[in-house]
Protein backbone atom coordinates (compact mmCIF):
# COMPACT_ATOMS: atom_id res chain seq x y z
CA UNK A 1 0.00 0.00 0.00
CA UNK A 2 1.65 3.24 -1.17
CA UNK A 3 -0.24 6.64 0.10
CA UNK A 4 -0.55 9.02 -2.80
CA UNK A 5 0.01 12.61 -1.26
CA UNK A 6 -4.03 13.62 -1.19
CA UNK A 7 -4.88 10.59 1.25
CA UNK A 8 -6.05 11.92 4.80
CA UNK A 9 -5.52 9.56 7.69
CA UNK A 10 -8.26 9.68 10.45
CA UNK A 11 -7.21 8.06 13.84
CA UNK A 12 -10.05 6.26 14.88
CA UNK A 13 -11.07 4.16 17.90
CA UNK A 14 -13.06 1.07 17.11
CA UNK A 15 -16.23 1.92 18.65
CA UNK A 16 -19.84 2.64 17.22
CA UNK A 17 -19.90 6.10 16.43
CA UNK A 18 -16.37 5.93 14.83
CA UNK A 19 -17.50 2.96 12.76
CA UNK A 20 -20.57 4.31 11.61
CA UNK A 21 -19.10 7.63 10.39
CA UNK A 22 -16.73 5.12 7.88
CA UNK A 23 -19.82 3.52 6.66
CA UNK A 24 -21.66 6.32 5.83
CA UNK A 25 -19.18 8.31 3.89
CA UNK A 26 -19.17 8.73 0.02
CA UNK A 27 -17.69 6.38 -2.07
CA UNK A 28 -15.35 9.33 -3.09
CA UNK A 29 -14.39 10.43 -0.01
CA UNK A 30 -13.37 6.55 0.77
CA UNK A 31 -11.13 6.08 -1.68
CA UNK A 32 -9.07 9.45 -0.49
CA UNK A 33 -8.55 7.96 3.14
CA UNK A 34 -6.52 5.05 5.06
CA UNK A 35 -8.20 5.12 8.42
CA UNK A 36 -5.61 4.42 11.26
CA UNK A 37 -7.86 2.06 13.77
CA UNK A 38 -7.79 0.84 17.09
CA UNK A 39 -9.41 -1.65 18.62
CA UNK A 40 -9.99 0.41 21.92
CA UNK A 41 -9.79 -0.16 25.63
CA UNK A 42 -12.83 -2.28 27.77
CA UNK A 43 -15.49 0.21 29.32
CA UNK A 44 -15.92 -0.27 32.73
CA UNK A 45 -19.23 -1.19 34.93
CA UNK A 46 -19.24 0.72 38.01
CA UNK A 47 -22.12 -0.62 39.26
CA UNK A 48 -20.76 -4.37 38.98
CA UNK A 49 -17.20 -3.30 39.96
CA UNK A 50 -15.92 -4.95 36.78
CA UNK A 51 -15.41 -4.68 33.12
CA UNK A 52 -18.35 -4.48 30.85
CA UNK A 53 -17.04 -7.19 28.75
CA UNK A 54 -14.09 -9.89 29.20
CA UNK A 55 -11.74 -9.65 26.28
CA UNK A 56 -12.91 -12.21 23.89
CA UNK A 57 -16.50 -10.56 24.22
CA UNK A 58 -15.09 -7.33 23.36
CA UNK A 59 -12.87 -8.13 20.90
CA UNK A 60 -14.33 -11.56 18.76
CA UNK A 61 -16.87 -9.03 16.92
CA UNK A 62 -14.28 -6.37 15.47
CA UNK A 63 -13.37 -8.80 12.11
CA UNK A 64 -17.03 -9.28 11.51
CA UNK A 65 -17.41 -5.36 11.83
CA UNK A 66 -14.74 -4.59 9.85
CA UNK A 67 -15.86 -6.68 7.02
CA UNK A 68 -19.13 -4.76 7.12
CA UNK A 69 -18.23 -1.18 8.00
CA UNK A 70 -15.46 -0.90 6.03
CA UNK A 71 -14.33 -4.38 3.68
CA UNK A 72 -11.17 -5.12 1.33
CA UNK A 73 -10.49 -2.13 2.09
CA UNK A 74 -7.23 -0.39 3.84
CA UNK A 75 -6.48 0.27 7.12
CA UNK A 76 -4.04 0.24 9.45
CA UNK A 77 -4.92 -2.16 12.87
CA UNK A 78 -3.64 -1.76 16.32
CA UNK A 79 -4.85 -2.53 19.68
CA UNK A 80 -5.00 -0.42 22.82
CA UNK A 81 -2.23 -0.47 25.12
CA UNK A 82 -4.94 -1.58 27.93
CA UNK A 83 -5.12 -4.41 26.50
CA UNK A 84 -2.46 -5.50 24.00
CA UNK A 85 -1.09 -8.08 26.68
CA UNK A 86 -4.38 -9.93 27.22
CA UNK A 87 -5.56 -12.90 25.73
CA UNK A 88 -8.43 -14.32 23.57
CA UNK A 89 -10.44 -17.55 25.41
CA UNK A 90 -8.51 -19.89 23.12
CA UNK A 91 -5.02 -18.47 24.35
CA UNK A 92 -4.42 -16.70 21.06
CA UNK A 93 -3.26 -12.93 21.12
CA UNK A 94 -5.13 -10.19 20.46
CA UNK A 95 -3.26 -9.19 17.48
CA UNK A 96 -3.60 -13.05 16.30
CA UNK A 97 -6.66 -13.88 16.83
CA UNK A 98 -7.55 -10.53 14.85
CA UNK A 99 -5.55 -10.89 11.27
CA UNK A 100 -6.43 -14.95 11.19
CA UNK A 101 -10.32 -13.46 11.26
CA UNK A 102 -9.76 -10.67 8.83
CA UNK A 103 -7.27 -13.02 6.50
CA UNK A 104 -10.44 -14.91 6.47
CA UNK A 105 -12.50 -12.62 3.76
CA UNK A 106 -8.90 -11.37 2.35
CA UNK A 107 -8.91 -7.79 4.24
CA UNK A 108 -6.21 -5.25 3.22
CA UNK A 109 -5.10 -4.36 6.83
CA UNK A 110 -1.68 -3.83 8.02
CA UNK A 111 -0.51 -4.56 11.44
CA UNK A 112 0.17 -1.49 14.00
CA UNK A 113 2.80 -1.20 17.13
CA UNK A 114 4.25 1.48 19.10
CA UNK A 115 7.92 2.49 18.33
CA UNK A 116 8.31 0.45 22.13
CA UNK A 117 5.83 -2.70 21.60
CA UNK A 118 6.76 -5.31 23.97
CA UNK A 119 8.61 -8.55 23.13
CA UNK A 120 5.36 -10.64 22.78
CA UNK A 121 3.36 -8.10 20.80
CA UNK A 122 6.48 -7.72 18.75
CA UNK A 123 6.68 -11.04 18.13
CA UNK A 124 3.07 -11.84 16.79
CA UNK A 125 2.96 -9.25 14.56
CA UNK A 126 6.41 -10.34 13.15
CA UNK A 127 4.31 -13.73 12.37
CA UNK A 128 1.30 -11.61 10.78
CA UNK A 129 3.74 -9.88 8.87
CA UNK A 130 5.67 -12.75 7.16
CA UNK A 131 2.08 -14.37 6.53
CA UNK A 132 0.32 -11.29 4.93
CA UNK A 133 3.58 -9.82 3.45
CA UNK A 134 2.03 -6.40 3.96
CA UNK A 135 4.29 -4.84 6.04
CA UNK A 136 3.99 -2.97 9.66
CA UNK A 137 3.33 0.48 10.65
CA UNK A 138 5.48 1.76 13.20
CA UNK A 139 3.96 4.61 15.45
CA UNK A 140 7.04 6.75 16.89
CA UNK A 141 5.55 9.76 19.65
CA UNK A 142 7.09 12.99 20.20
CA UNK A 143 9.58 11.77 23.30
CA UNK A 144 11.02 8.87 21.02
CA UNK A 145 11.76 11.59 18.69
CA UNK A 146 13.84 13.76 21.58
CA UNK A 147 15.54 10.69 22.18
CA UNK A 148 19.31 10.51 21.16
CA UNK A 149 19.03 7.97 18.12
CA UNK A 150 15.17 7.15 17.30
CA UNK A 151 16.62 5.97 13.40
CA UNK A 152 18.44 3.13 15.28
CA UNK A 153 15.41 2.13 17.58
CA UNK A 154 13.37 2.35 14.62
CA UNK A 155 16.14 -0.34 12.81
CA UNK A 156 15.74 -2.50 16.24
CA UNK A 157 12.36 -3.08 16.02
CA UNK A 158 12.21 -3.65 12.37
CA UNK A 159 14.83 -6.38 12.57
CA UNK A 160 12.87 -7.98 15.45
CA UNK A 161 9.78 -7.88 13.36
CA UNK A 162 12.05 -9.91 10.44
CA UNK A 163 10.38 -6.85 7.88
CA UNK A 164 12.72 -4.46 5.65
CA UNK A 165 12.37 -0.82 6.54
CA UNK A 166 11.11 0.14 3.20
CA UNK A 167 7.87 -1.95 4.20
CA UNK A 168 7.62 -0.30 6.77
CA UNK A 169 5.02 2.55 7.52
CA UNK A 170 6.42 5.17 9.47
CA UNK A 171 3.59 7.55 11.92
CA UNK A 172 4.71 10.29 13.92
CA UNK A 173 1.83 10.47 16.46
CA UNK A 174 1.99 13.96 18.02
CA UNK A 175 -0.84 13.49 20.15
CA UNK A 176 -2.32 16.73 21.22
CA UNK A 177 0.90 19.20 21.57
CA UNK A 178 1.25 22.87 22.25
CA UNK A 179 1.61 23.65 18.18
CA UNK A 180 1.44 27.43 19.17
CA UNK A 181 3.75 29.54 17.93
CA UNK A 182 3.52 26.97 14.60
CA UNK A 183 6.58 28.15 13.30
CA UNK A 184 9.08 27.30 16.08
CA UNK A 185 7.05 23.85 16.73
CA UNK A 186 7.56 23.51 13.21
CA UNK A 187 10.87 24.09 12.82
CA UNK A 188 11.84 22.15 16.47
CA UNK A 189 9.78 19.01 14.87
CA UNK A 190 11.77 19.46 11.42
CA UNK A 191 14.68 19.24 13.25
CA UNK A 192 13.64 16.46 15.56
CA UNK A 193 12.74 14.33 12.40
CA UNK A 194 16.11 15.18 11.12
CA UNK A 195 17.25 12.24 13.55
CA UNK A 196 15.50 9.63 11.44
CA UNK A 197 17.91 9.78 8.78
CA UNK A 198 16.56 9.04 4.94
CA UNK A 199 12.57 9.00 5.76
CA UNK A 200 12.27 8.57 1.59
CA UNK A 201 13.29 4.69 2.73
CA UNK A 202 9.79 4.29 4.70
CA UNK A 203 7.01 2.46 2.64
CA UNK A 204 4.70 5.62 3.61
CA UNK A 205 5.30 8.68 6.29
CA UNK A 206 2.34 9.75 8.37
CA UNK A 207 1.96 12.68 10.62
CA UNK A 208 -0.83 12.56 13.00
CA UNK A 209 -2.10 15.29 16.19
CA UNK A 210 -5.14 16.94 17.35
CA UNK A 211 -6.31 19.94 18.51
CA UNK A 212 -9.50 18.97 20.13
CA UNK A 213 -9.62 18.69 24.11
CA UNK A 214 -10.10 15.70 26.28
CA UNK A 215 -13.20 17.35 27.57
CA UNK A 216 -15.82 20.44 26.84
CA UNK A 217 -16.66 21.24 29.97
CA UNK A 218 -14.60 24.81 29.15
CA UNK A 219 -16.47 25.48 26.14
CA UNK A 220 -19.14 27.94 26.48
CA UNK A 221 -23.23 27.08 25.88
CA UNK A 222 -24.69 28.65 23.32
CA UNK A 223 -21.61 29.21 20.43
CA UNK A 224 -18.54 28.40 20.51
CA UNK A 225 -15.43 27.81 18.43
CA UNK A 226 -12.23 25.76 19.15
CA UNK A 227 -9.13 26.29 16.40
CA UNK A 228 -7.70 24.16 14.51
CA UNK A 229 -4.58 24.35 15.30
CA UNK A 230 -3.62 20.81 13.67
CA UNK A 231 -4.22 21.27 10.37
CA UNK A 232 -3.19 25.09 10.78
CA UNK A 233 0.36 23.87 11.97
CA UNK A 234 0.41 21.18 9.00
CA UNK A 235 -0.10 24.11 6.36
CA UNK A 236 2.62 25.93 8.40
CA UNK A 237 5.21 22.60 8.49
CA UNK A 238 4.94 21.50 5.18
CA UNK A 239 6.04 25.32 3.89
CA UNK A 240 8.46 25.03 6.30
CA UNK A 241 10.09 21.37 5.15
CA UNK A 242 13.07 21.96 3.05
CA UNK A 243 13.00 20.69 -0.57
CA UNK A 244 15.33 18.03 0.13
CA UNK A 245 12.67 16.23 3.10
CA UNK A 246 9.91 14.25 2.72
CA UNK A 247 6.26 15.45 3.36
CA UNK A 248 3.83 13.33 5.72
CA UNK A 249 0.67 12.49 4.65
CA UNK A 250 -1.72 14.17 7.30
CA UNK A 251 -4.04 12.73 9.93
CA UNK A 252 -5.77 13.85 13.13
CA UNK A 253 -7.90 11.91 15.32
CA UNK A 254 -10.90 13.92 13.78
CA UNK A 255 -13.14 15.28 16.69
CA UNK A 256 -11.77 12.98 19.75
CA UNK A 257 -9.67 13.45 22.47
CA UNK A 258 -6.80 10.44 21.63
CA UNK A 259 -6.90 10.65 25.64
CA UNK A 260 -10.22 10.63 26.20
CA UNK A 261 -11.48 7.20 27.67
CA UNK A 262 -14.49 5.69 29.37
CA UNK A 263 -12.50 3.41 31.30
CA UNK A 264 -12.45 6.03 34.05
CA UNK A 265 -15.64 7.58 33.86
CA UNK A 266 -18.94 6.50 35.80
CA UNK A 267 -21.80 7.75 33.81
CA UNK A 268 -24.09 7.06 36.44
CA UNK A 269 -22.59 10.13 37.81
CA UNK A 270 -22.09 12.90 34.88
CA UNK A 271 -24.86 13.99 33.00
CA UNK A 272 -22.84 14.88 28.95
CA UNK A 273 -24.13 18.14 27.58
CA UNK A 274 -26.26 18.01 24.40
CA UNK A 275 -23.73 19.46 21.87
CA UNK A 276 -23.03 19.16 17.88
CA UNK A 277 -19.29 19.56 16.84
CA UNK A 278 -19.29 21.11 13.21
CA UNK A 279 -16.25 21.06 11.05
CA UNK A 280 -15.12 24.31 9.63
CA UNK A 281 -11.73 25.36 7.90
CA UNK A 282 -9.67 26.73 10.33
CA UNK A 283 -11.99 25.62 13.42
CA UNK A 284 -14.60 23.41 15.09
CA UNK A 285 -17.77 25.20 15.52
CA UNK A 286 -19.70 24.02 18.64
CA UNK A 287 -23.24 24.36 19.46
CA UNK A 288 -23.79 23.22 23.29
CA UNK A 289 -26.74 23.09 25.50
CA UNK A 290 -27.56 21.44 28.90
CA UNK A 291 -27.50 17.51 29.66
CA UNK A 292 -28.39 15.78 26.73
CA UNK A 293 -30.47 13.04 28.81
CA UNK A 294 -32.86 15.52 30.42
CA UNK A 295 -33.69 16.99 27.08
CA UNK A 296 -32.31 15.46 23.68
CA UNK A 297 -34.66 17.70 21.90
CA UNK A 298 -31.55 20.62 22.15
CA UNK A 299 -30.10 18.94 18.87
CA UNK A 300 -33.06 20.39 16.82
CA UNK A 301 -32.16 23.68 17.71
CA UNK A 302 -28.51 23.25 17.90
CA UNK A 303 -28.55 22.01 14.19
CA UNK A 304 -30.89 25.22 13.37
CA UNK A 305 -28.16 27.13 14.98
CA UNK A 306 -25.50 25.74 12.32
CA UNK A 307 -27.30 26.03 9.65
CA UNK A 308 -28.45 29.65 9.99
CA UNK A 309 -24.58 30.19 10.78
CA UNK A 310 -23.84 30.20 7.31
CA UNK A 311 -21.14 27.57 7.15
CA UNK A 312 -23.47 25.08 6.88
CA UNK A 313 -22.57 22.72 3.75
CA UNK A 314 -26.02 21.46 2.87
CA UNK A 315 -27.73 18.52 3.27
CA UNK A 316 -25.88 16.60 0.51
CA UNK A 317 -22.39 17.25 1.38
CA UNK A 318 -22.45 14.35 3.69
CA UNK A 319 -24.47 11.66 5.77
CA UNK A 320 -23.74 13.82 8.68
CA UNK A 321 -24.98 16.71 7.22
CA UNK A 322 -27.95 15.32 5.76
CA UNK A 323 -28.87 14.33 9.32
CA UNK A 324 -28.31 18.19 10.30
CA UNK A 325 -30.84 19.47 7.78
CA UNK A 326 -33.49 16.86 9.13
CA UNK A 327 -33.13 17.34 12.30
CA UNK A 328 -33.38 21.35 12.09
CA UNK A 329 -36.36 20.80 10.28
CA UNK A 330 -37.51 18.19 12.95
CA UNK A 331 -37.44 15.56 10.06
CA UNK A 332 -35.67 12.86 12.38
CA UNK A 333 -35.46 12.23 15.67
CA UNK A 334 -32.00 13.77 18.47
CA UNK A 335 -31.62 9.95 18.80
CA UNK A 336 -28.71 9.37 21.07
CA UNK A 337 -24.69 11.09 21.49
CA UNK A 338 -23.77 8.00 19.90
CA UNK A 339 -25.14 8.97 16.77
CA UNK A 340 -24.45 12.81 17.31
CA UNK A 341 -20.55 11.57 17.61
CA UNK A 342 -20.88 9.58 14.21
CA UNK A 343 -22.34 13.24 12.69
CA UNK A 344 -20.01 15.36 13.37
CA UNK A 345 -16.83 12.66 13.08
CA UNK A 346 -18.65 12.02 9.48
CA UNK A 347 -18.69 15.78 8.48
CA UNK A 348 -15.18 16.19 9.52
CA UNK A 349 -13.83 13.51 7.57
CA UNK A 350 -15.71 14.76 4.36
CA UNK A 351 -14.34 18.54 5.26
CA UNK A 352 -10.54 17.45 5.38
CA UNK A 353 -10.95 15.97 1.91
CA UNK A 354 -11.67 19.52 1.01
CA UNK A 355 -9.51 20.99 2.87
CA UNK A 356 -6.66 18.79 0.71
CA UNK A 357 -8.39 19.79 -2.36
CA UNK A 358 -7.75 23.35 -1.85
CA UNK A 359 -3.92 22.58 -0.23
CA UNK A 360 -2.89 20.67 -3.42
CA UNK A 361 -4.45 23.12 -5.85
CA UNK A 362 -2.12 26.30 -3.31
CA UNK A 363 0.99 23.67 -3.60
Given amino acids: MILTS?????????????????????NSVKDKIVPFITIPEIEFDFEEQRPKKSVQEHVHPFADRYKKKWGKRPAWVGVHKSIVDKSMDDDRDIFTYVFEALRGFEANAIPAIPLDAETATIRAVAAIAKIDCQGVAVSVRLEDLMQPNPRGLIETLTSALDVSISDVDLVIDLGAPNFEPYEAFAHALIAAMRKLGDIVVFRNFVLIGTAIPETFKNIAKGADEILRHDWMFYLEFTAALPKNMRRPNFGDYTIVHPDFTLVDIDMRKLKPAGKLIYTTTSSWSIRKGGAFRDHPEQMYDHCASIISSGIFKGAGYS???????????????????????????????THVMDDFATFDAAS
Fill in 319 to 349: SGDDYIAKCAARQAKPSNQTRWKEVAINHHI
Fill in 6 to 26: DIYVPALRWRQGEYQALLRLA
